[in-house]
């Protein structure tokens, strides 16, 4: 009786441990890039995007800007506001705010924080990458993605990033099998700092 109970407790007590085991949290390099600015710092970003769908082409561009709000412990406020134009036609993308936090699940540095989905094929490397007539080391991320949400999606992702310019991000690319077959190319266009 004793034993088993000893046992009970013991299988219990494991349980207990093993759900409060949380995946292990790292610092985030994009709010680490983040954090070494001040509010009122903005970088820009250009896009351009061709879509294949029920044997259409259609190409848009956008540009977007992220404008820093607010550096707290926990994580970078930022805005994001943009342009979109596809066939001529221009569209303001409506403004946004985002928290970057400061830690994140380990193996998920680098990746899109709002998109929700299963990654594969990680491949982790180093470039040199010139933007705007500066060099810099980055690291690099390949990877295949089946996305949930916001919407279902199969993707190869490639992106190029550093802690030398707010948020990390360089530039990316992206190619999408389904639903709909697309090519997405961003690249870092214009940088203020504060």
């Excluded at 933007?131 to 690099?140: A, F, I, L, R, S």
């Excluded at 802690?163 to 992206?174: A, C, F, N, Q, R």
């Amino acid at each position: 009786m004793r034993k088993t109970l000893s046992l009970v407790c013991a299988a219990f007590c494991l349980a207990a441990a093993s759900g409060a085991v949380r995946a292990e949290q790292v610092d985030n390099p994009a709010y680490v890039a983040w954090s070494k600015h001040k509010p009122g710092t903005t970088v820009t970003y250009k896009s351009t995007t061709d879509i294949k769908m029920s044997g259409q082409s259609i190409s848009t561009e956008a540009t977007v800007t992220q404008t820093l709000k607010e550096v707290k412990p926990e994580g970078a406020v930022v805005e994001i506001t943009g342009k979109v134009s596809t066939g001529g036609q221009e569209q303001a993308i409506p403004a946004r705010t985002i928290t970057v936090l400061a830690k994140i699940e380990k193996g998920k540095e680098g990746l899109p924080a709002e998109m929700k989905g299963e990654v594969s094929d990680m491949k982790i490397g180093k470039d040199t990458v010139e933007v705007n007539g500066k060099k810099y080391e980055t690291e690099t991320r390949e990877y295949s993605m089946k996305m949930t949400e916001p919407i279902a999606m199969t993707s190869q992702s490639k992106s190029w990033t550093t802690t030398d310019v707010p948020g990390g991000m360089l530039k990316s690319e992206t190619k999408t099998t389904t639903p709909y077959e697309s090519t997405t190319t961003m690249s870092l266009v214009g940088v203020e700092t504060k």
